[in-house]
Structure formats: structure tokens, C-alpha cells
């Protein structure tokens, strides 16, 4: 299904755990492990983004290191279509091209592969769990279009509307979030 229900969405949050206070004091961790061991809300969630996504024929899925990578492979082999990891500095073996980005206190740094697209203007969707402040996703999104000039839009399971990422992201790509928390 392309769209999803208000009640569908609401069973979707249902299964999303809060943690208090993880991984320091006064945030509450959005925990996704709980929607995905549990079947029925794992594939309906994986079911929307196929109906969503079968329509952009898109060339690749990049994710987000860590949990971006458990939706974007799952994605990416539904879509029948080569996935691309964004990790954290220091991971990949091959030549990467590096974005740093500023987190609350000092700097973090994510790469990807400089071939990671097979050549560029290829047609790609950027995927994370969870758009914050959307300081990691403009990083990756920046890395994508050096390495391949098109991004064709970011797709978060969760956007803590509060924090106000989209502001950040939206300079650089469209936007889609199955659920919002306002
Ligand atoms: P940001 O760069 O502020 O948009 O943070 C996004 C990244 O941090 C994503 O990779 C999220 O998985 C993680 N993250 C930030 N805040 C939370 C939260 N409250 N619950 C779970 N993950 C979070």
C-alpha cells in the first residue's frame, strides 16, 4: 500500500519502544528493535516502502550506519536493486570520500566508497531510521551527490518533528517520513 492509514501508523509507533534517558540523560531513544521482531509490523512497514518505491526506479539504496542498513538491504533486495553502506569514519577498506558534520558537542565524520555507485547519475534513495536534527543525513546526502551528483529523495522510518531536521535536509534533497512524533 502506498499510503498508510492513521491506524496503521499508529500500530507502526505502537511497536517502537522509548527508552529514557539512552543514551545520556534527557533523551528518549526511539528503539526500533522492537518493531522489527515483530513480523506483522515489519512487513507492513516493508510492504509500504516496496509500493512507495517500486515507482522511482531508483538504481540504489544508500543507508545510514548502523540501523539504516537493516531497512535499506531489506529494501534494496525487494526493489531488486544494489544497496550502498554510509559508515562511520575508519570502516571501509577501499578510497573513500569523507563529510564531516557537527553533532551537540564537536564533530563526527561518515564516508562512503568513491565507486560505491558503479559511476555517477545513477538514481538514489538515502534511508535511516531516524531524522533528529538531520545533521547525519545532510552529511550523506552531501557524500552522495559528491560521489554521484543525483539524490533522488531521503526516507526516514521516524522524523522527530521537533528537532526541526527537515530545515537542514531540505536545502539538499526531498524528504519523505513514514511516521512523525510533533
Ligand atoms: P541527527 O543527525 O541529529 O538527525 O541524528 C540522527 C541519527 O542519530 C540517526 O542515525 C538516528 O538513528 C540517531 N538518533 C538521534 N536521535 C535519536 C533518538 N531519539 N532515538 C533513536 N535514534 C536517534
Redesign the pocket.
Known amino acids: 500500500m502506498k499510503t498508510l492509514t492513521p491506524e496503521q501508523k499508529r500500530f507502526l509507533l505502537s511497536t517502537i519502544r522509548d527508552v529514557p534517558d539512552f543514551p545520556k540523560p534527557g533523551?528518549?531513544?526511539?528503539?526500533?528493535t522492537t518493531l522489527l521482531n515483530n513480523a506483522e509490523a515489519f512487513t507492513l512497514l516493508m510492504d509500504h516502502l516496496e509500493a512507495r518505491y517500486k515507482e522511482y526506479d531508483l538504481d540504489f539504496i544508500a543507508g545510514?550506519e548502523s540501523?539504516?542498513f537493516i531497512f535499506g538491504a531489506a529494501l534494496a533486495s525487494r526493489l531488486g536493486i544494489g544497496f550502498v553502506p554510509v559508515r562511520k569514519k575508519g570502516k571501509l577498506p577501499y578510497t573513500t570520500v569523507s563529510e564531516k558534520?557537527s553533532?551537540e558537542y564537536g564533530f563526527d565524520e561518515i564516508e562512503i566508497h568513491i565507486d560505491a555507485f558503479r559511476g555517477s547519475g545513477k538514481r538514489v534513495l538515502l534511508i535511516?531510521?531516524?531524522?533528529?536534527?538531520?545533521?547525519?543525513?545532510?552529511a550523506a546526502a552531501k557524500l552522495i551527490k559528491k560521489v554521484n551528483e543525483e539524490l533522488v529523495e531521503a526516507c526516514f522510518i521516524?522524523n522527530?518533528k521537533f528537532?526541526e531536521?527537515e530545515k537542514r535536509l531540505s536545502p539538499h534533497t526531498k524528504i519523505y517520513s513514514v511516521l512523525e512524533i510533533a
Do not use: Q
Not at 27 to 32: E, G, L, R, S
Open positions: 533523551i528518549i531513544f526511539k528503539d526500533i545510514i540501523r539504516g558534520y553533532l535511516d531510521d531516524l531524522i533528529a536534527t538531520g545533521g547525519t543525513a545532510e521516524i522527530l528537532l531536521g
